[in-house]
């Protein structure tokens, strides 16, 4: 290739170039059609959005309407009583336009607002439906004669005892409500959101453009698209306006074997986003020319004769450089003018580069001793409190069962509850650390959901109802049933958001509510939780850090909600541990709502019922050797044993307790872990593997350890422990564990 520098700079950068904006344009192509692709998904999301409020609304309705159709008002048709339960309804839900009870003749016997003017509904399809099928059902849409609105009707047959219809609770859903949300949604111009029922009739459109009217059918094509699918859907379509749009559709049903009783669209003007691609394109197309001509003249401007082989030498290095080569040198003499200083710059910087991966590497390795030694610090603190804690909590509940009146029950019931909340406190900690440390491991195991969630509102039932607050829980259909995974930490995760819930809230309601979404996966669900408070709220400029860890809404020294602020990140990394996550949203004054998601295995119920025994509170009486150096706990342990009934030797450690068991037989070991002279683990090893105590060898072994982490428990179970009692204990955990372990026991 002949030609000055210039000429040759000039024809490399377009040989460099030309392939690059190619790439760029095929690219702003691309991203044009990608546009188009984005606007087509974000209508069927939004459609989406809006399906879900309407289930909402349906599930609301039917949920509402089930409960209403239960009161001995409404079952025994008293007009005076039902009348007043469902004008309580309609003021405390504005979405219903009226709520009316008839009997099986389809007259009126009580209407929750206006006056009975000897209308009758026994044509009317959610009347029908509800009596011939005596489940929820939906009906077909009316004008609302005051206030010009589409109303959609539902109704819930009323049922005797023997399961008979006794008349129909008849409800009105005002569809105007998806007018205020959709304005709220800031679609761009030309777009419209539209309802049609089961026959292609229009029940709302909004915005509602002239020469269009309510009743009517819509498009036919639109309409047997959406009637044509089972499941969301999207197409190319000139609506009623006359205007080609992209629509998106969704059927909705009242049960997954339901056909559908209304569909939904929402349209896109397919010219306003075509042109909106287009612009993106051909800014692209003149941005990568005027870059391009850049290039160019700047290759020429600069394209002296000697800085050729300079740059040659500088690309070399910084090749070398890039395969991680160390201590490169460009080469290039730094007196060169500018090529110079340029090289002597990239020398330089290979050295710094060279000295910074030394400085990295240590300073990562310090940063790990500082992790390591920040984990053992915390993991020692529990241990060191959970020591004392254990004699605190023990000799607490010692004193409550020789209490002698109520006042100091309650003193003892308090500083109980006190131990316990710093336990939980210690518990969170353990487990931030294994979170924090990539530590904590998901169990696979089958459990049932609505035996768990009974399980927690059983737990804070009393404590919610002491407070003066109901505790209700919804287990959506869809979502009940047996699943894989690890039922202790979704527990850990409720409890940790319900304990939150009640501490905060002193009147009104908590309500758990939980369904079900399959993913793409076979077999996997996600399974959405939502705990919902009437609390004190959260303001909104704290919900942004609200799941890191150690924050508190109110940090002063004068707040009324103590905490350690360890609660939410545990919440918030189980939850990603479990492949799902967390949202909350709250609203000071109102209330918390608290989202959150899992994915899990769908399982099947274990096989084989396990025989139903009558299991004793106690153990029979048991010669124990109790194990403990400390003083306190040994004292403790012993009180609780024998008011137990049973019979107990101690030593003070490992190496004593092989001396006793070498003199005298027992049932039962408790062995502390740590302990001078003789730790546990090896006074166990011993009394498995010695000869001189093989009459011993099976013995059961209980540890006590105030270390709760779970390699703790694995380690001691490896040198032959039975079970594993974890410091501070109470005196039912005590009983249960002694249970396990005696022949016939469990």
Avoid at 232 to 246: D, K, Q
Wanted: hydrophobic content about 40%.
């Amino acid at each position: 290739m002949h030609g000055s520098i210039r000429k040759k700079l000039i024809f490399l950068v377009l040989l460099a170039t030309l392939p690059v904006f190619a790439v760029l344009l095929v690219n702003q192509v691309n991203e044009r059609n990608d546009d188009v692709r984005l606007a087509e998904q974000d209508i069927i999301i939004f459609l989406h959005g809006f399906s879900e409020v309407q289930r909402g609304i349906t599930d609301s309705t039917r949920t509402l309407l089930g409960t209403i159709s239960e009161l001995p008002e409404i079952r025994n048709g008293d007009p005076v009583g039902s009348r007043r339960i469902l004008s309580t309804l309609l003021k405390a839900n504005p979405i219903y336009t009226n709520a009316i009870l008839v009997d099986l003749a389809g007259k009126v016997v009580a209407m929750g607002r206006g006056q009975d003017k000897g209308l009758n509904f026994s044509d009317r399809k959610q009347f029908r439906d509800a009596v011939r099928t005596k489940r929820f059902a939906s009906g077909e849409f009316v004008i609302g004669k005051q206030t010009g609105n589409s109303i959609f009707p539902f109704g819930m047959p009323v049922l005797n005892e023997d399961g008979g219809v006794e008349g129909v609770v008849l409800i009105g859903v005002d569809l105007e409500v998806f007018g205020g949300l959709y304005d709220k949604s800031r679609y761009p111009g030309g777009a419209f959101f539209g309802l049609c029922d089961h026959r292609g009739l229009r029940l709302y459109r909004h915005p509602m453009p002239e020469g269009l009217n309510l009743g009517d059918p819509i498009v036919r094509r639109v309409f047997e698209a959406a009637k044509g699918e089972d499941r969301p859907g999207l197409l190319n379509a000139v609506t009623s306006e006359g205007v080609p749009r992209i629509v998106a559709f969704e059927p909705l049903r009242l049960t997954p074997d339901d056909p559908p009783y209304m569909y939904m669209f929402m349209g896109l003007d397919h010219a306003s986003i075509v042109a909106r691609a287009n612009r993106s394109l051909l800014y692209g197309a003149v941005v990568a020319v005027i870059s391009l001509c850049c290039a160019l003249l700047f290759a020429w401007l600069l394209g002296w004769k000697a800085i050729a082989a300079k740059i040659d030498r500088l690309a070399l290095a910084a090749r070398r450089l890039g395969r991680g080569e160390e201590g490169v040198s460009s080469g290039v003499p730094y007196e060169d003018g500018e090529i110079g200083q340029l090289a002597q710059s990239f020398d330089t910087m290979s050295v710094l580069l060279k000295k910074r991966e030394v400085d990295l590497h240590a300073a990562k390795e310090a940063a790990e001793a500082a992790n390591k030694a920040k984990d053992e610090f915390l993991a020692n603190i529990s241990h060191e409190v959970r020591t004392p804690l254990n004699g605190v909590m023990g000799m607490l509940q010692l004193a409550k069962e020789a209490a002698v009146c109520e006042e100091q029950r309650s003193y003892l019931n308090t500083a109980l509850d006190s131990s316990r909340s710093l336990l939980r406190v210690l518990n969170d900690l353990l487990d931030f650390i294994k979170v924090g440390a990539g530590k904590l491991e998901l169990l696979e195991e089958p459990f049932d959901l609505k035996e768990l969630l009974e399980q927690v509102a059983g737990l804070f039932r009393q404590q919610v109802a002491e407070k003066g607050v109901s505790l209700e829980t919804e287990i959506h259909s869809c979502a009940s049933g047996y699943y894989l995974g690890d039922a202790g930490r979704l527990r850990q995760v409720m409890f940790n958001l319900m304990g939150n819930a009640i501490k905060f809230t002193h009147t009104g309601s908590i309500t758990i509510e939980v369904s079900a979404e399959a993913e793409g996966k076979e077999g996997i669900v996600r399974l959405d939780f939502a705990i919902k408070d009437t609390g004190v709220g959260i303001p909104e400029d704290k919900l942004e850090y609200i799941f890191d860890a150690f924050t508190q809404v109110d940090g002063s020294l004068s707040r009324e909600y103590q905490g350690t602020g360890l609660g939410l990140p545990i919440v918030k990394n189980l939850v990603s541990l479990m492949g799902g996550k967390c949202v909350l949203k709250s609203t000071v004054g109102k209330g918390t709502m608290v989202f959150f998601s899992v994915k899990m295995l769908r399982g099947r119920k274990p096989g084989g019922e396990a025989p139903v025994r009558v299991r004793p509170v106690e153990s029979p009486p048991l010669r124990i050797l109790l194990v403990e150096d400390e003083r306190v706990n040994r004292i403790m342990a012993r009180s609780l044993l024998d008011k137990m009934g049973h019979t107990v030797v101690t030593a003070e450690n490992g190496a004593a307790a092989l001396g006793v068991l070498l003199e005298q037989s027992v049932d039962v070991v408790l062995m502390d872990i740590q302990m001078p002279v003789m730790d546990g683990l090896e006074a166990t090893r011993i009394i498995r593997t010695s000869p001189e105590h093989r009459g011993h060898a099976t013995v059961p072994v209980i540890a006590l350890s105030a270390h709760a982490a779970d390699h703790d428990k694995q380690r001691a179970r490896k040198a032959g422990v039975n079970e594993y009692l974890t410091k501070p204990f109470e005196k039912e955990a005590l009983m249960r564990v002694l249970l396990t372990v005696i022949p016939g026991g469990e």
